[in-house]
């Protein structure tokens, strides 16, 4: 039986979202949206940007070289 190896990888997702507010002037919208209020939709996103940032493999090519 083969013993397993940890890879570990990092995804970095952006996601844009907007938020929609009903107020009477700018600090009421702003108090309200800090608080978690007002309607909220995405308006864009990727699919991620991920990459290897441990791989086994390399630190096994590391020890065969020494």
Do not use: H, P, R
Request: charged content about 35%; glycine content about 10%.
């Amino acid at each position: 039986m083969s013993k397993k190896k940890e890879y570990i990888f990092s995804n970095t997702v952006l996601i844009t979202e907007e938020t929609s507010v009903m107020a009477n002037s700018y600090e009421e919208a702003e108090g309200i949206f800090l608080s978690g209020g007002g309607k909220t939709d995405e308006v864009d996103s990727n699919g991620g940007d991920w990459d290897c940032i441990q791989n086994a493999d390399d630190f096994e090519e590391m020890k065969d070289e020494s």
